[in-house]
């Protein structure tokens, strides 16, 4: 059964939620791993597909990371064209280290978020 759009909207929200938390701790691994599940989840709704990077870019500027920061901007270009395409690399986390078009295993609690 797929999720509805309010239902992602509603799960997104609560995992931007945790991301601010880990920052706020100081757990920037943790802020990272929230922000990869938001990319996963996020992919089909281009406002927030261009969110998730959107903050990743910020992420990456403040952890002066300029090869993740790079790769942001990269990918926020190349959101609008992947949701126009529906060429969207399942479980893709998003992050600079992978590459754009490589889909990935898909943990089992985002998998109804896939389907």
Known sequence: ????????LAWLGAEYVAYRRALTA???AKGWHHLERAHI???PLLLEHLRSHWLM???AIRERDL???????????????????????????????????RSMPVSHDLERFVK
């Open 1 to 8: 059964m797929s999720v509805t759009r309010n239902e992602r």
């Open 26 to 28: 100081g757990d920037i």
């Open 41 to 43: 989840v996020s992919q």
């Open 57 to 59: 870019l910020q992420l």
């Open 67 to 101: 090869a993740e920061s790079a790769g942001q901007v990269l990918r926020l270009l190349l959101a609008v064209p992947g949701n126009m395409s529906g060429r969207l690399p399942t479980g893709n986390s998003g992050r600079a280290g992978v590459s754009a078009l």
